[in-house]
Structures are given as structure tokens and as C-alpha cells.
Nanobody, 119 residues
Framework: VQLQASGGGLVQAGGFLRLSCVASGSIFTIHDMDWYRQTPGKERELVATISSSGTTNYVDSVKGRVSISRDNAKKTVYLQMNSLKPEDTGVYYC??????????????WGQGTLVTSPA
């Protein structure tokens, strides 16, 4: 199983960006899918999570500006980021809990995509 993240880039503060993360490989079911971000000098932070049924949760700092969604048929999770702020700058990683065989489940991480939003 592999997760491939994309969509990062350089966007001025106030702009928007949509990140995507596609899962591929031997997959039976994907449970929770999340987006984390890593900024220099800080621990990796959970930004948003979405369950297989669509229940979402967000870190307080992005509520109202960021939306996580998923397309189960495409095995893809998205992160729509609006009204970007400089503090949104960082490397964004997707993560997923994947049942890859009838009896085995494991978490997988994407490679990260860089979002830069200068002031």
C-alpha cells in the first residue's frame, strides 16, 4: 500500500490550495484518513481527520478555513485550504488506516507535500 500526496505549492497569504492524497495497492478497506503538518521546530501536528463514514474533526487553528473530504471510490482524501495564513506553512502528510488483507490492518503515511504561504 502506498499513499501519494500532491497539491502543495507557494500561495500568498489569503489564497487557497487543495491537497490530494491517493491510496494504491492491495486495499480492502480504508478507515480513518488524516492530514498532518510538520513545521520547523515543532512536532508533527494533526490538522484534520475524516472517518470512513465522513465524520470530520479539525485542529482549532484551521476551523472555518480548512475542509477535509474523501472519495472512497477513488481512495483519495482531500484537504481544501482557504484563507491561508503564514502559520499554515509546512510539510503536509496524509495518513490512513488501511485494512490490506482480511486479517491485517496498518497505518500508512504519504511522502509529504510542502505548503508555503508567506506573509
Amino acid at each position: 500500500v502506498q499513499l501519494q500526496a500532491s497539491g502543495g505549492g507557494l500561495v500568498q497569504a489569503g489564497g487557497f490550495l487543495r491537497l490530494s492524497c491517493v491510496a494504491s495497492g492491495s486495499i480492502f478497506t480504508i478507515h480513518d484518513m488524516d492530514w498532518y503538518r510538520q513545521t520547523p521546530g515543532k512536532e508533527r501536528e494533526l490538522v484534520a481527520t475524516i472517518s470512513s463514514s465522513g465524520t470530520t474533526n479539525y485542529v482549532d487553528s484551521v476551523k472555518g478555513r480548512v475542509s477535509i473530504s474523501r472519495d472512497n471510490a477513488k481512495k483519495t482524501v482531500y484537504l481544501q485550504m482557504n484563507s491561508l495564513k503564514p502559520e499554515d506553512t509546512g510539510v503536509y502528510y496524509c495518513r490512513a488506516d488501511v485494512r490490506w488483507s482480511p486479517n491485517y490492518e496498518h497505518e500508512f503515511w504519504g511522502q509529504g507535500t510542502l505548503v508555503t504561504s508567506p506573509a
